[in-house]
Structures are given as structure tokens and as C-alpha cells.
């Protein structure tokens, strides 16, 4: 009897340990909201890694990050594969939440060209990344316009989502209401059907 009791403690303390040991590393990873933490890449849960693995098969994974999005445990990989870079958001049972690819400009698809040129005649495309969420796409382009940085978010059949103006402290307008006006951009167009 002595032997079984003896036994049953010791698996028992080793079924403690070990269970204790996973918490803490889940606990470790814990972020509170809002918060950014880095991350070896071997830290990485397998269901993570595989989700990787998976769709980025020749993917180099660079930096990692652990992030709290709306108090869910969110992590961010920065990949590498067939010289583009990727930043990929995938959650802890290995969903692959948005992918981020950096594209250049010249490469941007036609229509989303021609939506952009449409909107900002004679603007520059400074910065574009396609987005995937799921099964939507859209792009993300910051463009210079009148001397203005403006980030456009276009659906993938050109159609401008939303669009928001960075200020420039620097340049003063003589007319702060013609200056609201512009960065508060509506599109009328949408409204009416041209979009």
C-alpha cells in the first residue's frame, strides 16, 4: 500500500511540474493590453510556426513579436521569402490573421493605379503594401499630393475606402476652413455612384 501511495505522489508531483511548467511559459508570454513584446523565434508555438511554415514555405522569419490586439494575444512576424518582406499577424491556434506585403509602387495593380491618379492628378505614390485579411484584399498607399502626405486604403477594384491626411506643423494655411475642407475629404462620388 505504502508503494502504490508513494507512486501515485510521484506521478502526481511530476504531473504538477509539468503542467506548472507550461503555464509559466504561456504566463511569460502573457502581454498586458496594449503592449509589445519581442520574441525569439524558437519561443514560438508550434501551431504559430506551422501557420508560417505553411504559408511561407521558404520564408526566413526575422523579428517576432508577441502584441495584445483588444485583449487577444496576437503574434507578428517579420518574413522573408523570395526577396519580399512580409509582416504576417497570426493568432495563438495558428490563424493567419493579415498579411502585409510590401510592394513597389510601379507594381501596384492598374486599377488601383488609375483610382489613385484619378483622385490625386499629378500625385506621387511614396509607400504601397497590400493587405490581406482573410479573404479581403486592399491596399494601402501613402501618395504626396499638393504637398501633402495622404494614406489611401483602396479595396482591391479601386474603390477608396478611407483616406487620412498627415498635417504638416510646418505649413500654415491663410485659410483653416479651406484646410478642414481638404482633410476631411468627402467622396461625393461614392454618394452618387462614381466610385
Given at each position: 500500500m505504502k508503494k502504490n501511495v508513494a507512486?501515485?505522489?510521484?506521478?502526481?508531483?511530476i504531473?504538477?511540474?509539468a503542467t506548472g511548467c507550461n503555464n509559466n511559459h504561456v504566463t511569460d508570454e502573457k502581454n498586458t493590453q496594449g503592449q509589445t513584446q519581442k520574441i525569439a523565434v524558437e519561443d514560438l508555438p508550434s501551431s504559430v510556426r506551422d501557420a508560417i511554415t505553411?504559408?511561407?514555405p521558404e520564408g526566413i522569419i526575422h523579428d517576432v513579436?508577441?502584441?495584445d490586439e483588444n485583449g487577444t494575444d496576437v503574434y507578428e512576424a517579420e518574413i522573408v521569402e523570395n526577396e519580399h518582406k512580409y509582416d504576417v499577424q497570426i493568432s495563438l491556434d495558428g490563424e493567419i490573421l493579415e498579411i502585409e506585403q510590401e510592394i513597389e509602387p510601379e507594381n501596384l495593380p492598374e486599377t488601383i493605379a488609375e483610382s489613385i491618379y484619378a483622385e490625386y492628378p499629378g500625385a506621387g505614390i511614396l509607400i504601397a503594401e497590400k493587405v490581406t485579411r482573410g479573404q479581403?484584399?486592399?491596399y494601402e498607399v501613402e501618395v504626396l499630393s499638393s504637398g501633402r502626405k495622404i494614406e489611401v486604403e483602396i479595396d482591391d477594384n479601386g474603390k477608396i475606402i478611407e483616406e487620412k491626411v498627415e498635417h504638416d506643423s510646418q505649413k500654415e494655411s491663410d485659410d483653416p476652413e479651406a484646410e478642414d475642407a481638404e482633410s476631411e475629404h468627402e467622396f461625393e462620388g461614392e454618394q452618387e455612384g462614381e466610385h
Open positions: 507512486f501515485i505522489l510521484s506521478v502526481s508531483i504531473f504538477a511540474v505553411s504559408s511561407f513579436s508577441l502584441e479581403v484584399t486592399v
